[in-house]
């Protein structure tokens, strides 16, 4: 790579010669002074984060591997969620598979979707999304393959979300599987998690089954469970050791305020399309911020992203919800920021939440509000390198290397967002920038 020909015309050639793919001075005078013989051990990486980052509370323990508290309740934690994660391609037509699943566990994926239907003879249990042309793949495949990958990227819990069109005896019949599969893995609440759920830390290495646990799917079998405005008035501990699960309220958001209520002594689950949130947040921003701060919201795509696109994570995570559920087999610049933001933590797949969104007893944030400027964030961009490995070097320019500039954001609550570009360096592959860019 030091010396690149480009062919002007018919008859001319010019040559470019390549810069070293080098370290800037300051950056190698860092790494030398926090490093030894090449290698940056535990602590030097401790004193670098402590002293050149500013991240002064950070431990050996941080250093080494997860920096964020995992001990709170996970009503505390943004939580990587997969929406439908069985399907290859599109809502309509693609196959169904535990491939998917197992690529978003190995990513860190920690909250899987199944849609659970009888199969063609109704005496067993098959995974698709209903009433489309997806092809199906059986229940017992998905489960054994969430078991043996469920934990290869992060040993904090898996949630499995299962959307339940079975009958009580198919119902019964999943219990089981669904015990004997995971065994000892399975988290089995009991009532004192009404009140609070448990933390991360508290559930490593253990699956949770969302929707209804198996002892509920056992008592089906007998009694079809209805869960209407007749529960109001009942001890839900037996029957739903989670909390109770609001619906998707399909009324005027501004007929009825209780799904928004917080209960001192039990914890809630609510589900709202991306529809739904973005006209509640019009008037209910701080409620639902409030909301989350003890309860579990779940955002998942509207019905007519038939392509498997997604939509802006941001909203639901300024506003507190824990799983903004995404199709991982989709694209774009929304999966993009999913990807991102989960990347922190140690890619653990769990991302505490900052802490005004928890601040609780007094004036709750609302995510429209301009605040004052407590930090700004300085980000000096030095080099770019690795681009000639994977594209021809006429992929750009037929004439000449390309041109790079690098462009650097911030994604968050409105006043925050802001883009900023470095200068455009001309005809180099490895562009060395060396330029300071700050949010304010």
Same mark, same amino acid.
Request: net charge neutral; glycine share 6%.
């Given at each position: ?50 002293? &050149?980052?500013?991240? !002064?509370?950070?431990?050996?323990? #941080?250093? @080494? +591997?997860?920096?964020?508290? *995992? ?87 898996? &949630?499995?979300?299962? !959307?339940?069109?079975?009958?009580? #005896?198919? @119902? +019964?019949?999943?219990?089981? *599987? ?263």
């Amino acid at each position: 790579m030091s010396k690149q020909t480009y062919r002007v015309c018919f008859c001319f050639r010019r040559r470019f010669r390549m810069a070293a793919a080098e370290a800037p001075a300051d950056i190698k005078a860092i790494f030398d002074e926090y490093s030894e013989n090449g290698v940056m051990s535990v602590d030097q990486m401790r004193r670098f984060l402590v002293e &050149v980052q500013r991240e !002064e509370n950070t431990t050996l323990e #941080d250093a @080494q +591997a997860v920096h964020h508290d *995992m001990n709170a309740p996970l009503s505390h934690y943004f939580i990587y969620t997969g929406h439908n994660s069985y399907l290859t391609g599109n809502q309509l037509s693609s196959d169904c598979s535990d491939v998917p699943i197992i690529k978003a566990l190995h990513n860190g994926v920690r909250v899987i979707e199944l849609d659970i239907w009888p199969n063609s003879t109704k005496d067993n249990i098959n995974v698709l999304h209903g009433r489309t042309l997806t092809t199906p793949v059986e229940l017992i495949k998905c489960l054994r393959s969430i078991k043996e990958h469920a934990f290869t990227a992060s040993e904090y819990p898996v &949630v499995i979300t299962l !959307e339940d069109h079975l009958t009580p #005896d198919l @119902q +019964a019949k999943t219990a089981e *599987m669904i015990t004997q599969t995971f065994g000892d893995m399975l988290f089995s609440p009991g009532p004192e998690c009404l009140c609070e759920f448990p933390s991360p830390e508290s559930l490593k290495k253990r699956v949770i089954i969302s929707t209804k646990p198996p002892k509920e799917y056992l008592h089906a079998k007998d009694v079809k469970i209805q869960e209407s405005d007749s529960n109001k008035g009942k001890d839900l501990t037996k029957e739903e050791p989670w909390g109770r699960e609001i619906k998707s309220f399909k009324v005027g958001i501004d007929e009825n305020k209780d799904w928004l209520r917080v209960d001192p002594d039990k914890v809630r689950r609510l589900s709202l399309s991306e529809q739904e949130l973005e006209k509640a947040v019009v008037t209910y921003a701080k409620d639902i911020v409030r909301f989350t701060q003890k309860n579990l919201l779940r955002v998942y795509p509207k019905g007519t992203r038939v392509d498997s696109s997604n939509y802006n994570p941001l909203i639901g995570w300024m506003h507190g919800a824990q799983m903004v559920a995404f199709n991982m087999q989709g694209y774009g610049r929304s999966l993009w920021l999913m990807h991102g933001m989960f990347k922190a933590n140690g890619g653990c797949g769990y991302i505490k939440k900052p802490d005004l969104l928890l601040k609780s007893g007094g004036e709750v944030f609302d995510p429209k509000f301009t605040l004052p400027v407590k930090t700004t964030l300085r980000v000096t961009v030095y080099m770019g390198e690795g681009w000639y490995y994977d594209f021809r070097h006429t992929h750009f320019d037929t004439y000449s290397p390309p041109d790079f500039y690098a462009r650097v954001g911030i994604a968050g609550v409105p006043a925050d967002v802001v883009m900023k570009k470095t200068k455009t360096l001309e005809d180099n592959w490895i562009p060395n920038w060396d330029e300071v860019l700050s949010s304010h």
